[in-house]
Each structure stands twice: as C-alpha cells, then as structure tokens.
T-cell receptor, first 114, second 112 residues
C-alpha cells in the first residue's frame, strides 16, 4: 500500500526567506505525486504534480518540487516566501493502478513571519 | 471555472441521526471522492466512485455509505451519526485515472 510522510508538522519562516517542505513516499513503482495547498476555511488546491519526465516540476504561485527516486522524496520549494503563502500544505501519492485514489500526508502548516 | 459544490458549510446533528452530505460537480468528471480531514491525520479516503452507480471503499468506510445516481452528484451518508464522526468532510472530483483532484470547500460536521 502507498503511504506519505511529511516529517514537519509546523514550519515558520520569515517573509522573503526560502522554503522547503519535505515529503517522503512509499510505493512499489513509480508514483504519481502531488502537492496541494489549503488556506483556512477552504478546500485544497493543486500546486503541482509529477507524473513522469523531468524530475523538477514547476507549479503555480512560484512553487517547484523535485522528485528524487533514490530518496523516495518529493520536496516542495519556494525561493522567496510571501505572507500569503501561510497555509497548510499536503503531499499526496497516487497509485497508477487506481482510478484517481490518492493517499495524503498529514500536512505541514506554514507560518510566515513579517 | 471548475466547481465542486458542497451543500452545507457547517452542519450540527445529534447522535443517531441519519446525515446526508451532498456534493455536486459541474465538470463532467468521471471520478468523485469523499475524504474526511482531522487535525494531525491529514485526509483519509472514505469512499470513491469512478462511474455512475459504481462505488469503492476507501481506507475508512465504516459507518458511511455513498450514493451516485447521477454523474455530477455524489452523496455521503452517515446511517447513524456518532460523535467520532465529527470532522471536516471534503468532496473532490477528477477527470480521469489518477489525475489532480478538484476539491469543494468542505463541510464541518459536528455530531452532538
């Protein structure tokens, strides 16, 4: 069965600083990988996804993520954080054999200091 | 713009009541999902459906059932609500096999 671990429950960064959110997955083959963001009181919105090809994936709002098969990781990065990036971030893995069934990590809450 | 609409933003029910959570998508998506979200536990899949009248159990189906009579509508049913079903419920849809999910804004259900 697939699983996702987000080791950091809560991260605080200063506005303008760089950001890296960690995600490790467990899956027997090449997975589909996603990062979603959830603002308070809202549903989740897709930031980016990896299906195949280039292991560095660009997403919306200036985010990027890198798939590293050897480390079973898919870390999310942003070079300069804005106050509006404060939210909860979820990494998810989808099995290629299932009809869209994704497994989510427990989430990382990002706080941005002024 | 794509839209997934959940009928209620907040819902308060009593233990033992039958509860219906409704979700409608306007994107003609094949797949629809119900997740529950609890602090520290992320999102857990309750049920999903990849076609009308088709359903599959997710990771935590106990105490829940679903109905998909029309492609655009996916209902989650709590046959006899219990306090441990107090949670945020998120509906999502996707166009095909393992594609990105489009989420509704969620229903915060409190069972007293």
């Amino acid at each position: 069965a697939q699983s996702v671990t987000q080791p950091d429950i809560h991260i605080t960064v200063s506005e303008g600083a760089s950001l890296e959110l960690r995600c490790n997955y467990s899956y027997g083959a090449t997975p589909y990988l996603f990062w979603y963001v959830q603002s308070p009181g809202q549903g989740l919105q897709l930031l980016l996804k990896y299906f195949s090809g280039d292991t560095l994936v660009q997403g919306i709002k200036g985010f990027e993520a890198e798939f590293k098969r050897s480390q079973s990781s898919f870390n999310l990065r942003k070079p300069s954080v804005h106050w509006s990036d404060a939210a909860e971030y979820f990494c998810a893995v989808g099995a290629r054999t299932n009809a869209g069934k994704s497994t989510f990590g427990d989430g990382t809450t990002l706080t941005v200091k002024p | 713009d794509v839209k997934v609409t959940q009928s209620s933003r907040y819902l308060v029910k009593r233990t033992g009541e039958k509860v219906f959570l409704e979700c409608v998508q306007d994107m003609d998506h094949e797949n629809m999902f119900w997740y529950r979200q609890d602090p520290g536990l992320g999102l857990r899949l309750i049920y999903f459906s990849y076609d009308v009248k088709m359903k599959e159990k997710g990771d935590i189906p106990e105490g829940y059932s679903v109905s998909r009579e029309k492609k655009e509508r996916f209902s989650l049913i709590l046959e006899s609500a219990s306090t441990n079903q107090t949670s945020m419920y998120l509906c999502a849809s996707s166009p095909g096999a393992v594609d990105k999910l489009f989420f509704g804004s969620g229903t915060q259900l409190s069972v007293l």
